[in-house]
Structures are given as structure tokens and as C-alpha cells.
């Protein structure tokens, strides 16, 4: 099961996704957008704390989330991902194209897989899993990599539409908002990223 969480909630090493997206009856249970603050110079930038899960999913949901994980993860393109509930009451499958073929397929078979949609959630995405993956590779090849301005992660979170970066910060370093990395980031990607704060350096355990 902890493999498909992380397949679910995160990539690389982004922890528990909580939503910025909205399903047929509102934000899952628990979970709370990303903050934005606005520097002096105008860009936005929107800072995540991880959310607090409670419970585990049932045998059933996680049935019922590996096929139409399995289903989202074949048409990248189209959906943004799946994610489960807080309080693993549901799964979520983000649609960034409404309008293909493949979502009206998902549709069917999330109608066929849970009659009267209680367990399977439609939310609405800004990106697909295609784009934010395109964008997590660019920003690790260019910060990452290159060790700027204290970027320690960059990972997907698919339940807030977003590339995650984890930013280590030292006790004497300036604040997220007054990085210049992150400045930099934000006013290129906008809505695309999204930064959570790092005090330490990640361990071949938390990998």
C-alpha cells in the first residue's frame, strides 16, 4: 500500500498532496490550500504545510483506486493524477481536459466501478500529469541540480496542481519569500509551483 500512496500523493520526494482542487462535493475532507504571500516585487508565491491524514483506505477504495489510477496514469495527457481523501473516505482523479475522449471514458468507468459516485470524485485540474512532470524535470535540471538557492526537492502534488519545491532553510537564511530562487521560480511558473519549507537535510530513509 505505501507504493501506491506515494504513486497517488506525491512524486520523488514531495510529502501527503492536500487540495487546492475541487471534486463534485468540494475540497476533500482536511485539506487546505497553499498560503500566497505577495513580495515587494509582486510575485506570488504560495507556500503548503503537509496535511494531516487520518486512518487508511478500506480494501475496497484501494481496489477501486488502483484501476482508475491505472486508467489516469495511461492518458498523462488528460488527467493530472488521483489522490485519496484526508480521511481516506474517497479517491479523487484530476481532469485537465474535460473535453477528450478519455475523460468521457473515465467517466463510464468510474460510473461502472462505483454506482452513484460516492467513493470515486471527478476534480477539476489546471495542468496535467504530462505538464507538471515536463515542468518538475526543467526545474530539476536547473536548480536542483545546480544546488540554487537552497532547492533540496522538487516533486508533483496532484491534488493542489502542482510541482512542490522543498526549500532548505537554515536558521540565519532569509525567509522563502525573500530567496531570490524561489522569487525567480514563482515569477516565471506562477500557479504551477508551489514551495514548502525544509529545516534539515533529507535522509536516505525519507527518500
Known amino acids: 500500500m505505501e507504493v501506491f500512496r506515494t504513486l497517488m500523493l506525491a512524486f520523488l520526494s514531495c510529502a501527503l498532496c492536500v487540495t487546492g482542487c475541487t471534486g463534485a462535493d468540494g475540497p476533500a475532507p482536511g485539506q487546505t490550500a497553499p498560503t500566497t504571500t505577495t513580495t515587494p516585487t ?10 494531516v491524514f487520518k486512518g487508511a483506505p478500506t480494501g475496497e477504495l484501494n481496489v477501486l483506486a488502483d484501476k ?11 488527467f493530472s493524477g488521483t489522490y485519496f481523501a484526508s480521511d481516506y473516505s474517497k479517491v479523487y ?3 485537465a481536459k474535460s473535453d477528450d475522449p478519455a475523460a468521457s471514458a473515465y467517466e ?15 476534480a477539476d485540474a489546471r495542468w496535467s500529469w504530462y505538464e507538471l512532470d515536463a515542468l518538475k524535470d526543467l526545474l530539476v535540471k536547473k536548480y536542483l541540480t545546480q544546488g540554487k538557492g ?4 522538487v516533486g508533483l502534488n496532484t491534488a493542489i ?28 511558473y506562477g500557479d504551477m509551483v508551489v514551495f514548502r519549507e525544509s529545516l534539515g ?7
Open 150 to 153: 537552497g532547492i533540496q526537492s
Open 42 to 51: 509582486s510575485e506570488t508565491i504560495r507556500i503548503y504545510s503537509d496535511p
Open 93 to 95: 482523479v484530476g481532469v
Open 108 to 122: 463510464k468507468l468510474a460510473a461502472k466501478l462505483d454506482p452513484g459516485r460516492q467513493r470515486v470524485v471527478t
Open 201 to 207: 537535510p533529507i535522509t536516505a530513509a525519507a527518500r
Open 68 to 78: 482508475v489510477n491505472e486508467y489516469a496514469m495511461a492518458h498523462p495527457k488528460v
Open 161 to 188: 496542481d502542482s510541482v512542490v519545491i522543498a526549500v532548505l532553510r537554515k536558521p540565519l537564511d532569509p525567509a522563502l519569500t525573500d530567496n531570490r530562487t524561489v522569487i525567480e521560480i514563482a515569477r516565471r
